[in-house]
Nanobody, 114 residues
Framework: QVQLVESGGGLVQAGGSLRLSCAVS????????VDWYREAPGKEREFVAS????????IYRDSVKGRFTVSKDNAKNTVYLQMNNLEPGDTGVYYC???????WGQGTQVTVSS
């Protein structure tokens, strides 16, 4: 059974930082790409970042480039999203997802106040 559990969300002021974690069980982050998505109130879920299974390639949506960094620890089977210089527009529920699969985490809330 594949499970993804996000953690690390919270309330932060604009300009602050948070690090989200996605702990994976039943699958291996060394074998699968893992994505981060977010969903703001009243908006559709949108892609944020992705890290390839071998870790040598990452991609980001334009609005987070230079501020967010996705990484992973294969030994812990965990993927991270370091978010710096947060903006109110980054507010939403953040989800991790195994690329090309039906497996999603339950989400973690990120709220950025102005």
């Amino acid at each position: 059974q594949v499970q993804l559990v996000e953690s690390g969300g919270g309330l932060v002021q604009a300009g602050g930082s948070l690090r989200l974690s996605c702990a994976v069980s039943g699958a291996s982050v060394s074998s699968d790409a893992v994505d981060w998505y977010r969903e703001a109130p009243g908006k559709e879920r949108e892609f944020v970042a992705s890290i390839w299974n071998n870790g040598d390639r990452t991609i980001y949506r334009d609005s987070v480039k230079g501020r967010f960094t996705v990484s992973k620890d294969n030994a812990k089977n965990t993927v991270y999203l370091q978010m710096n210089n947060l903006e109110p527009g980054d507010t939403g529920v953040y989800y991790c997802h195994i690329g090309g699969s039906p497996y999603w985490g339950q989400g973690t809330q990120v709220t950025v106040s102005s």
